[in-house]
């Protein structure tokens, strides 16, 4: 693994993503968003890591991100999003959702819509804490316990499901074009289809033991039953929302609170996660000849999968690498992608084979060979 | 008390009125200071003022992040490794220390060529001062050269430090006739002064090429520069040897002086005297060396290259002297320097404590000179030594930024007597806006095990959140600090608003809370009654008084909730199956009456309406099994 090196930016980032890149060209991603928190003026600012026309670079000449633009952000960045090329959803701590324009030609960013305060108490201002876009319908979720519907370009909100939840919501993700995922802070995971009306969830799935915050959700991006879920206890959790109400398989992870996890969108094998400890590691199933599975209680891999129960009948080659009942076939590797202990790991994104993280330390690590 | 060393700073508050009194309030890094009438009431303003401004300087923050992450990896350094092995590795972290003040300046210089205005420019010199003098403590203290490397470090340290020599070079070297640009000489000369002999022969041989008629002349300087002995530590060779072998040269040298070799250039001429370590012609170029430091190093090459460190501060001395005016006074950054050579590793960090705003330098110097122990364990009247004390003023004083206290809670740990205390006293006043700051928080201080933070945090966060009728954040809370007695406040407002309503709210925390329901009794209380009602609702009948008995049995309910609980029982002894089952109506039954007798005794005193509830629920239970005498039913116990 190339090393990785640090780019100190003088502010704690909470969020970093990548721009998309469009699915024909085969472009490694150049371009990414962070946001800052905990500051007394917060920023969002767009990144370059030159990968355009990567052949022109000299070799050994690492490619610091530059700083292309930045933005005043009010109050923390507590999720950020990239609705298309050039725009950007923010959630902030304020209760606000802003839509920020990115102007390539002339490096500026402007506010291109603003919900304030729609996240709140009633005499208070909540932080929104999740959003997932799939342009032009937007969802946000906050710690006042509502998910919240908009449109880009249409003034007010669409739909407000008040009380969803009692507590907070910590994150929030389409499972399909209808329906979407949150997790909250007594350990559930609840299903919502949006095409109906009522305001209680569909579906309500939770940990069988301590009910402990959940704080990250992701769905696999090919199979969409199966999802991964980060909590407070730093346990890695993959669910099969067709059946059971429980997580199918947990693993320990990390030594304290998973901020996210990622499945690799185009490579579905490799997962990601990054914790409050400081690390951020790299999940890699491998299938063994036509088995795929996974192991079972890993012990050189200080890993220790509670339950795993083989799904009734079902053909097996159609099984995800991440669900399986066979213990004894397969691999499931961890790696350490940053290369000592720093502070908290906030945020990761993967695309291709560039990753990006930002940490408490103030500093942007990016690694543009990931082993996928 | 001790004698203060300096006059006191005065800091003007602009906004305060001439003529006001000024009353003040300590903070952990700042003061507050407000305008007080003795007479009249009311003050209009608050003011702030800080101490230290460089921490919120957007360029000088990376300096603490990044040193954060080095003095991180300094401490778990083990030790049991060998010194040698040790001593290398603290040349190389000092080495990174250094490194980060420089790409700090590096980017201070970008950013002030942008915007030349900008009012970080005070940075620039101050950062200068600061890897000037802890490449000089590196070089003597940790790296701690012996005589013969010595002089070579310290070469390379004002040689790193006199940057304008290779401007000037370029700028000659690019001229059309570089040996005829106005700064040739003084470029030659400067190379000579800093022992950079291969340099100045090259540009000597441009002025030779120039002049052939005086080329044995140049041949000649170019023997002698080229013939001059370094000390290599590496080799074989012995001080004494290099010694003997120097002493050779120099007589040579000093021969071609006196022979008037170099007369009829004037230029070569000052280059033999430098090289034959002559003051006065040393002295006659003081703007080329520009710092008495360097005329120190360059006399100690030309003189004495094989000094020792014990020996350095006589010379220090004495060449500061000589090259300072009678009339300047020494400024802060040379008695610094003149400690350093002197080896007094205490007056330096004292003197640069007091020169100097923030306590970044002298707290990551001392803690790394403390792990080469260099440092006598040096009791201060306050308790603690002095590496603990500069680290745990420093931490404080980050611990005043919004952002940055996430560094000071790792200071704070590697201080072993007090930094728990601090950390414990300072982590509580961080201001917790969202839930997700408030974890980071409450994850620090359960790693630490700090339990009485860890209950305050969760008691506020818990508050908030029932504050703003979000119950169940505010049960998550309780559940994490274990506090029961929260948890039971909280059921109690479930509770009251069945009561008021009628139904539950939040049915799906209530029937989602596994194990954690077992935190407090009330809370399990409500768990079961709201079980006890589902099992109503799907006609389990059996089931559902089954529990409403254990629920009574068990008396966990609370003493306002038995009424509800009596109530409830009725509709239960209408059903068919309830009243057909063997033993349960009978039971019930019993302990429906202890209950009511209980209540009438100790509770409720007489009262008219509860008299007629009580009378018609015994009336009812009473004309329901009218075939049983009260022999079935037992002595009801008081």
Known sequence: ?372 | MEELDVEPAITNIPAASDGKHLGFAWGPGDILAYETLYMAPGCSFIHEVRKDEDIYSPILRKLFNESHHIFVGLQTIREDLPSKNKKTQFVSISKNYRSVIRACMEELQQVLQKWPRNMEIRYVSILLAIELIWNLCEVLFIDAAPAGPLLLHLLDWVRLHKGDVDEKAREVLQSESPAEHHDYWDVVVSYVLQGRFEEARQMLVKQATLQPAARNMYKLMDTLLSKMPFYNPGGTQTLTEFDVKWRHWHEEVDRCLQDNSFASNQHLEIICKILVGDEDTLLEHKELLSTWYHFLVTRLLFCHPTVKPTELHYYAQSCMTMFLDLRSVPEPLDSILLAAFEFDIHQVIKDCSIALNNWWFVAHLTDLLDHCKLLQSHNLHFGSNLREFLLLEYASGLFTHHSLWQLAVDYFDNCPEFGHVYLELQIERVPLDTERKALKVLRICEQRQMSEQVRSICKIMAMRALRNNRLGSALSWSIRAKDAAFATLISERFLQDYCARGTFSDLDLIDNLGPAMLLSDRLTFLVKYREFHKLYEENRFSEAAKLLLSLITAKIAPRSFWMTLLTDALPLLEQKEVSHSAHCPYLLLYHLTCLVYGFIVFCYGSSCKVDQLLTSLIKESVCRFAGLGPEGLGTPKV
């Open chain 1, 1 to 372: 693994m190339e090393s990785v090196n640090a780019k100190y930016v003088s502010q704690k980032i909470s969020k970093t993503r990548w721009r998309p890149v469009s699915h024909s060209s085969l472009q490694q991603p150049d371009i990414f968003a962070t946001g800052s928190w905990d500051n007394e003026d917060n920023k969002i600012s767009f990144w370059s890591i030159g990968n355009h026309g990567s052949s022109g670079m000299d070799e050994g000449f690492e490619g610091d991100p530059q700083l292309l633009c930045e933005h005043k952000h009010d109050g923390d960045v507590l999720d950020l999003q990239f609705l298309d090329q050039d725009r950007i959803v923010t959630t902030s701590s304020t209760g606000a959702v802003t839509i920020f324009r990115h102007h390539q030609n002339s490096q500026t960013i402007s506010v291109s819509q603003r919900w304030p305060r729609v996240h709140r108490y009633p005499c208070d201002n909540a932080p929104c804490t999740g959003v997932v876009c799939s342009s032009p319908e937007i969802v946000t979720v906050g710690e006042d316990g509502k998910i919240i519907v908009f449109r880009a370009d249409q003034e007010g909100v669409i739909r407000v499901i008040e009380n969803a939840d009692s507590s907070t919501i910590h994150a929030v993700t389409y499972l399909r074009t209808t329906e979407i995922l949150t997790v909250n802070s007594i350990g559930q995971l609840k299903l919502w289809d949006l095409r109906q009306q009522s305001n209680s969830p569909s579906q309500i799935l939770s940990l069988s033991g301590d009910r402990l915050p959940l704080h990250c959700v992701d769905r696999h991006p090919n199979q969409q039953h199966i999802v991964a879920t980060g909590g407070q206890d730093g346990m890695l959790c993959v669910w099969d929302v067709r059946q059971g109400s429980t997580p199918f398989s947990l693993m320990e992870a990390h030594s304290a609170e998973m901020w996210e996890v990622h499945f690799h969108p185009t490579n579905p094998d490799h997962l990601f996660t990054c914790s409050e400890d400081g690390s951020l590691l790299h999940w890699e199933t491998s299938t063994h000849s036509d088995m795929p599975s996974f192991l079972q209680g890993g012990r050189n891999n200080s890993m220790i999968s509670r339950s795993a129960m083989a799904p009734a009948g079902g053909n097996q080659s159609l099984i995800s690498t991440w669900l399986s009942g066979d213990s004894s076939k397969g691999r499931l590797e961890t790696t350490h992608m940053l290369p000592s202990q720093t502070l908290s790991v906030n945020s990761l994104d993967v695309l291709g084979q560039c990753l990006v993280c930002g940490t408490d330390g103030e500093a942007i690590f990016v690694n543009r060979q990931v082993p996928v």
